[in-house]
Nanobody, 121 residues
Framework: QVQPVESGGGLVQAGGPLRLSCAAS????????MGWFRQAPGKEREFVAA???????YYADSVKGRFSISRDNAKNTVYLQMNSLKPEDTAVYYC???????????????WGQGTQVTVSS
C-alpha cells in the first residue's frame, strides 16, 4: 500500500506559484499512476491531476494550463507545480495512488494528512 506524505503547502498571494511534493512509500512506486486531489472547506474532495507510470499526465479543467504534475521515480516522489494561483485553489491537497475507471480515483481510499494551500486575494 502506498503511504503518501504531502508537503510544500502554505500561504501565497493570488497569481503566485507554489510547488507541492508527495513522498510515497512502496517498492513498486514507479509502476503506479499517482494523482493529486484537493478538498476545500464544505466541499467534496475533487480530482486535480494524475500522472501514469509512463508519465502521461491528466488534469482537471479548472487547473489545466496552470498546474503541472511530474514524478521522480528514483525518489518515490510526485510533484505538483501550481502557477497563477487563484483564491478558489484554496484547499487541502492530497496525493494518492490512483486508478482510472471513468474517472480518476484512489482505490485504497487511504489518504495522508494532506497539505494546506491558502491563496489570498
Amino acid at each position: 500500500q502506498v503511504q503518501p506524505v504531502e508537503s510544500g503547502g502554505g500561504l501565497v498571494q493570488a497569481g503566485g506559484p507554489l510547488r507541492l511534493s508527495c513522498a510515497a512509500s512502496g517498492r513498486s512506486f514507479s509502476t503506479y499512476a499517482m494523482g493529486w486531489f484537493r478538498q476545500a472547506p464544505g466541499k467534496e474532495r475533487e480530482f486535480v491531476a494524475a500522472i501514469r507510470s509512463g508519465s502521461l499526465t491528466y488534469y482537471a479543467d479548472s487547473v489545466k494550463g496552470r498546474f503541472s504534475i511530474s514524478r521522480d521515480n528514483a525518489k518515490n516522489t510526485v510533484y505538483l507545480q501550481m502557477n497563477s494561483l487563484k483564491p478558489e485553489d484554496t484547499a487541502v491537497y492530497y496525493c494518492a495512488r490512483v486508478t482510472y475507471g471513468s474517472y480518476w480515483y484512489n482505490p485504497s481510499d487511504y489518504w495522508g494528512q494532506g497539505t494546506q494551500v491558502t491563496v489570498s486575494s
